[in-house]
């Protein structure tokens, strides 16, 4: 857990996910608030602000995805690729807590886009695709979704749509504090869990329209984005306020934090995998290699490289 996460009377109240479910409506879901780890992510890049903003929201997005992973070394990666203002955003979870992201964006392009603008607006035409490596041994899975609807929230009920035949809704909102220039990012992702005999056909259409997924949705739409990016607010007090009346149950929260992966070992086993004249191509006027890590912008400086024998 990031050891400044804000507290409120001994709560963690930021950088965390809380797992819930509810019985009485046949609902799951998880809820999230990102605070100083997304803004240690943000500060490695020097984002302009819709480029920050929609990041921050794939954080908390892959937050609420990836969270579900149990085994440590399981991975959730959320890339979205255009030939927009924004080309490339990815944000990834790394089990049991760990996040990373970044995105490249054309300078010029991104001039006069106001925050929360759009997908068509930052990306173009593009895709989201979702891949899921549950541990470092098992087959990897990925669903792919184009890049359609006003958020990332919509592309991402379209994801469950298409790929998971599941009715889901995902809230997401984003806040910058003006006097202190934190981030905090917030989410929340409800599905209708199938009700019926074991192998039974499950009818999507049907699902959606159940009474019980109606009235779970119409309490969530209720959620302002203020109260999942308050850090003075708990978020047992959000899903109480919001589920009372049907007793939700949480689970135990999963803690999140800055996670980037780049060691130097790690570098060396890539840059091994080059010739020595491509190494050579390499070099800088001093007659090292650099090489600068996306994720969180460091620098990792190695020595000239010695010809093979």
Request: net charge negative; proline share 5%.
């Amino acid at each position: 857990m990031n050891d400044e996460t804000i507290r409120l009377d001994g709560v963690n109240v930021t950088d965390l996910v809380l797992p819930f479910q509810i019985d009485s409506l046949d609902v799951r879901g998880r809820i999230t608030r990102l605070g100083p780890t997304l803004s240690e992510v943000l500060a490695a890049h020097a984002y302009p602000a819709p480029v920050a903003q929609v990041l921050a929201e794939a954080l908390a997005l892959t937050s609420l995805l990836g969270s579900v992973l149990r085994e440590d070394g399981g991975q959730m990666t959320l890339q979205a690729k255009s030939k927009g203002a924004i080309s490339l955003l990815v944000a990834d979870y790394l089990a049991p807590g760990a996040v990373r992201g970044y995105a490249q964006f054309d300078p010029e392009a991104i001039k006069g886009i106001e925050p929360g603008a759009p997908l068509e607006t930052l990306f173009g035409e593009g895709y989201l695709a979702l891949t899921v490596d549950k541990t470092l041994n098992t087959e990897r899975y990925q669903g792919i979704v184009s890049l359609q609807g006003a958020s990332l929230a919509d592309a991402a009920g379209e994801y469950f749509q298409n790929s998971e035949q599941l009715p889901s809704l995902v809230k997401l909102a984003v806040r910058r504090d003006g006097l202190t220039g934190e981030w905090f990012a917030g989410g929340m992702l409800i599905q209708h869990l199938p009700h019926g005999e074991t192998g039974g056909e499950r009818h999507f259409a049907a699902e959606q329209q159940h009474p019980n997924w109606q009235h779970a949705m119409v309490l969530a739409n209720t959620l302002r984005p203020e109260e999942l990016t308050d850090p003075s607010v708990s978020l047992e007090t959000v899903l109480w306020r919001l589920f009372h009346q049907d007793e939700p149950r949480v689970y135990d929260s999963i803690g999140i934090h800055r996670g980037c992966r780049c060691t130097r070992e790690r570098i060396q086993s890539v840059l091994r995998q080059f010739s020595f004249e491509d190494l050579m191509h390499m070099r800088e006027e001093d007659g090292s290699i650099r090489v600068n890590c996306a994720f969180c912008s460091k620098d990792w400086v190695f020595e000239r490289p010695q010809e093979k024998e």
